[in-house]
């Protein structure tokens, strides 16, 4: 029989949607297909509630046709839209056009068609920096430079959006000076970053320039590229040329990346970031360059404490599944659908391994349960008599719980030695210097529960329930 636990994972963008089916005890996409959305424009329907009733039918057929009748333990859909933690979507232009604005609700339709497993929302960046997370990052800002800018930051491995869902526009922030604001957005905002330093913004202040003065535009390789003509220009030219080595495509590239590289400056004077990942397709194929760019101009905005941009900003070209896989990534990290056993742990049934626990006098033996949800994982750990965990200082970071399941010792906290025997629970606090020797006859055996410092983990709009 097959024991394996499995989600429906969607992505739903503006043209099309993947369907895919998430293996969470393998961690993988088994597979995965693609149909149309059906959006504002292919539905023609007059009103958001109506797209969104398309939409639902949509992904009940295609994830029936995907998964048949195979067991399934949760849902995770990943939209183009910031959400709410009840579930409403801000904005979703791409799919609702016109119909987008003032807070549709998405979570409720979803779980009225799969009302018997956990059903969750998250926004298609915050699914991207799961994928980061998956791969072992904790603390960073992923940012999209593609059409629009969208960021997302992630610390300690939960993506930072406060409690209405608002973290990771930045792509509407307004930049406030006077180039900026002869540039209009998406939203219809006047001088927001994404206006000027995506894709599309990009190419807007080019034009802009080459408008400004038309005789060296003309001159240049850009000019010569777009038959001198403004309106010829497009971003596969401005591209080209920036690569090319074109001093006025890269002049103009420059004017609009020192807008973002401003806003990374920010984050990581602000938080502390040393890890920013750029994603999005304007960035991919503006690529080594691109980055250094980027890199040199926040270098210049930043304060200089030592930090090496070059290595702080690097792009990542991601896989068409990144949205598929960060969600199911992040259904795991709720635990979603294990059965009930598996929570529980026993010294009988746990993988031990034998070895010497921060310099202590004899080995003893772990077995590491769990590592996931709030806590950061569960020892049960095995101290054969005369053996000991040595004395050691934790990070502010993090702190741990020992319970005593069996037998006794001298638990050494700071400068102070305490006897603890069966039935006691030691607190670890961070920063705190600590150890224990089993000084008994027989084998002592603990649990260790390892958490982080302080509980930072504000729930996400994501994680609705
Ligand atoms: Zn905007
Ligand atoms: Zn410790």
Not at 3 to 14: N, P
Not at 165 to 194: A, K, Q, W
Not at 334 to 356: C, N, V, Y
Request: aromatic share 6%; charged share 20%; glycine share 12%.
């Amino acid at each position: 029989m097959d024991h394996e636990e499995r989600c429906i994972v969607f992505d739903i963008g503006g043209t099309s949607t993947r369907i895919g089916l998430y293996n969470s005890t393998d961690r993988c996409l088994e597979r995965f297909h693609k149909v149309e959305t059906p959006n504002f424009i292919r539905t023609g329907q007059r009103d958001g509630h109506e797209i969104v009733n398309d939409l639902m039918k949509t992904l009940k057929r295609e994830a029936h046709a995907l998964a048949g009748n195979a067991k399934i333990s949760g849902i995770c859909a990943a939209m183009p839209a910031p959400l709410s933690s009840d579930g409403n979507a801000w904005h979703m232009p791409t799919v609702l056009g016109p119909y987008s604005g003032g807070g549709l609700n998405l979570l409720q339709p979803l779980r009225a068609l799969w009302p018997a497993v956990p059903v969750r929302l998250i926004n298609d960046v915050t699914a991207a920096g799961y994928l980061q997370v998956a791969k072992g990052s904790r603390d960073f800002a992923i940012v999209t430079v593609g059409s629009g800018i969208g960021v997302k930051v992630f610390l300690d491995g939960v993506p930072r959006v406060g409690p209405n869902g608002r973290g990771g526009e930045i792509g509407h922030l307004r930049m406030m000076d006077s180039f900026s604001e002869s540039f209009v957005c998406d939203c219809e905002g006047f001088g927001h970053l994404g206006s000027i330093a995506s894709g599309r913004g990009s190419l807007a202040v080019a034009r802009h320039m080459a408008a400004e003065n038309a005789g060296v535009f003309a001159a240049s390789l850009t000019g010569r590229l777009s038959g001198h003509q403004v309106e010829n220009l497009n971003n596969e030219i401005l591209v080209h040329a920036f690569l090319q080595g074109d001093p006025w495509a890269e002049h103009a590239v420059a004017a609009s990346a020192k807008y973002l590289a401003q806003v990374l400056a920010f984050l990581h004077v602000c938080l502390g970031l040393e890890e920013i990942v750029i994603v999005g397709g304007f960035a991919i194929a503006c690529g080594e360059k691109y980055r250094t760019l980027l890199a040199t101009l926040a270098d210049q905005y930043c304060w200089n404490l030592g930090q090496n941009w070059h290595s702080i900003v690097r792009i990542e070209k991601q896989p068409d599944t990144v949205a598929l896989e960060g969600a199911g990534y992040f259904m795991t990290t709720l635990d979603i659908g294990k059965p009930s056993t598996d929570r529980i742990f026993t010294f009988e049934d746990a993988q031990f391994h034998w070895s010497r626990a921060h310099n202590g006098a004899a080995d003893i033996a772990s077995a590491r349960v769990m590592r996931s949800g709030a806590i950061s994982w569960i020892d049960l750990v095995r101290l054969p008599a005369g053996s000991d965990i040595g004395p050691h200082t934790h990070s502010t970071d993090e702190e741990e719980v020992y319970i005593v399941i069996e037998g006794r010792g001298t638990m050494m906290v700071e400068d102070s030695h305490y006897p603890v025997a069966t039935g006691d629970v030691i607190h670890n606090p961070s920063g705190g210097t600590h150890g224990l020797v089993n000084d008994g006859l027989n084998e002592m055996r603990l649990a260790v529960v390892g958490l982080p410092a302080s509980h930072r983990g504000e729930v996400p709009a994501t994680t609705i329930d």
